[in-house]
């Protein structure tokens, strides 16, 4: 019954095409709101409740747990340098960031326990539809970006890096990295008791890769080049990879 309940907020994709170099995507229509669009004041506990509790399903209807080897995170970081390595109109300081954020995962992760489940890749509040009544997600959308095998806790660091931004009066990235490195929640969803290390590691996978996302849109990489540099610096001296405890 879980899965289908999941199955039902997945939509079926429709058809798929090229245009200037921009894949695009075409999905079965599922009913509800973005949820970004419903006032957040009486159901905002709700939709964030929610949208956790799916992402709480997916990982339980996909997940594998074991010992993780290095060919096996080579594999699963190997999206990221392609798309590292393809974008030439990244900041040296940027991408130097990124290339030390993806070997650090490289070597804390390999043999490594882990539970590694399917991802959306852009998990956030623009693609979560929800009841503008009850505040239940009815879907979620735009899985261009998905995974069918990922590390865990990416989706749910985007999400929460999302959320603080919007709220934020600023909408600084380094601010709400900061705030949800902080988050003993979301620590938790980085794969649950391990060393710091580890839990590190993953945190900065997952902030690269809300950066990285941004690399097939080079306008709105520019757009966030000063906040992506900010950020990634301060990255860099967050636990064990960095100075900062």
């Given at each position: 019954?879980?899965?289908?309940?999941?199955?039902?907020?997945?939509?079926?994709?429709?058809?798929?095409?090229r245009?200037?170099?921009?894949?695009i995507?075409?999905?079965?229509?599922?009913?509800?709101?973005?949820?970004?669009q419903?006032?957040s004041?009486?159901?905002?506990?709700?939709?964030?409740?929610?949208?956790?509790a799916?992402?709480?399903?997916?990982r339980?209807?996909?997940?594998?747990?074991?010992?993780?080897?290095?060919?096996?995170?080579?594999e699963?970081?190997?999206?990221?340098?392609?798309?590292l390595?393809?974008?030439?109109?990244?900041?040296?300081a940027?991408g130097?960031r990124?290339?030390?954020?993806?070997?650090?995962?490289?070597?804390?992760?390999?043999?490594?326990?882990?539970?590694?489940?399917a991802?959306?890749?852009?998990?956030?509040?623009?693609?979560i539809l929800?009841?503008?009544k009850?505040?239940?997600?009815?879907g979620?959308?735009?899985?261009?970006?998905?995974?069918?095998?990922?590390?865990?806790g990416?989706?749910?660091?985007?999400?929460?890096?999302?959320l603080?931004?919007?709220?934020?009066?600023?909408?600084?990235?380094?601010?709400?990295?900061?705030?949800?490195?902080?988050?003993?929640?979301?620590?938790?969803?980085?794969?649950?008791p391990?060393?710091e290390?580890?839990?590190?590691?993953?945190?900065?996978?997952?902030v690269?890769r809300?950066?990285?996302?941004?690399?097939?849109?080079?306008?709105?990489?520019?757009?966030?080049?000063?906040?992506?540099?900010?950020?990634?610096?301060?990255?860099?001296?967050?636990?064990?990879?960095?100075?900062?405890?």
């Amino acid at each position: 019954a879980g899965r289908e309940s999941l199955l039902r907020r997945i939509p079926e994709p429709a058809f798929s095409d090229r245009h200037q170099g921009v894949l695009i995507l075409g999905e079965s229509h599922l009913p509800g709101r973005p949820a970004w669009q419903v006032p957040s004041r009486a159901l905002g506990d709700t939709i964030y409740r929610n949208a956790v509790a799916f992402l709480d399903a997916l990982r339980d209807a996909t997940g594998r747990s074991g010992t993780v080897g290095p060919g096996a995170v080579s594999e699963l970081l190997h999206q990221d340098w392609v798309r590292l390595r393809g974008a030439t109109f990244v900041s040296r300081a940027i991408g130097g960031r990124i290339e030390a954020e993806l070997e650090n995962a490289a070597r804390v992760l390999a043999g490594q326990d882990l539970t590694i489940h399917a991802s959306h890749g852009d998990f956030g509040y623009g693609n979560i539809l929800v009841d503008e009544k009850s505040g239940e997600v009815t879907g979620v959308i735009d899985w261009d970006t998905a995974r069918i095998a990922d590390f865990p806790g990416i989706d749910r660091v985007n999400l929460e890096i999302q959320l603080r931004r919007s709220t934020s009066a600023t909408g600084s990235l380094s601010d709400a990295m900061h705030a949800v490195w902080s988050s003993g929640s979301t620590r938790a969803a980085l794969g649950g008791p391990g060393t710091e290390s580890r839990i590190r590691a993953l945190f900065g996978l997952a902030v690269c890769r809300y950066v990285l996302r941004s690399f097939s849109y080079p306008a709105l990489y520019r757009e966030e080049e000063e906040q992506f540099e900010r950020a990634l610096a301060s990255l860099g001296r967050i636990g064990p990879c960095g100075s900062e405890s």
